[in-house]
């Protein structure tokens, strides 16, 4: 009987943990134009889709971005997008500052729900939009602003694709 009942148990156990990774893998952003799938959101109001993760980093169910967010420089991060996913134009990455936490100077300006495990220290973002010869724009999610600043320095990369 108790060999039953821990048996049972263990069933229980087993599926609390993975309705608990269902849960985070489609938890509602606290935006509601997103809509998270796994490892992507899709923007309702732009159309467009956005890996969660920010390069060098990888989504894992239940846990959320793991590892090291990896910088480049203008050039390589614009070669980064494969297949269908490439590094977004200024205004398109734009569309990712959360005005609220922005209005509220709340550090990421993005939602950490939708965006999770961002690095607090590195908070800066290509945009694929050149600015003349010698610089490019960037996105702050430290500011909420949009720079720009020499190629060659080292800021993060988070890719996008049109449609769901």
Request: net charge positive; with cysteine.
């Amino acid at each position: 009987m108790l060999k039953a009942m821990t048996c049972g148990w263990m069933w229980i156990v087993i599926l609390g943990v993975a309705g608990g990774a269902l849960a985070a893998q489609n938890a509602p952003a606290a935006n509601s134009r997103y809509v998270i799938h796994g490892e992507t959101v899709y923007d309702k109001k732009t159309n467009l889709t956005w890996q969660r993760c920010s390069l060098g980093q990888q989504w894992v169910e239940g846990t959320g971005c793991v590892g090291v967010i990896t910088t480049f420089t203008f050039d390589v991060a614009k070669q980064q997008g494969e297949g269908r996913w490439r590094v977004p134009a200024k205004g398109k990455l734009a569309t990712l500052i959360d005005r609220n936490r922005k209005a509220n100077n709340r550090k990421p300006m993005i939602d950490e729900i939708a965006f999770p495990d961002m690095d607090l220290e590195n908070l800066v973002y290509w945009s694929s939009t050149p600015r003349g010869a010698s610089n490019a724009w960037f996105v702050s999610f430290d500011s909420g602003y949009i720079y720009y600043d020499y190629r060659s320095t080292p800021r993060a990369v988070r890719l996008m694709r049109g449609g769901q």
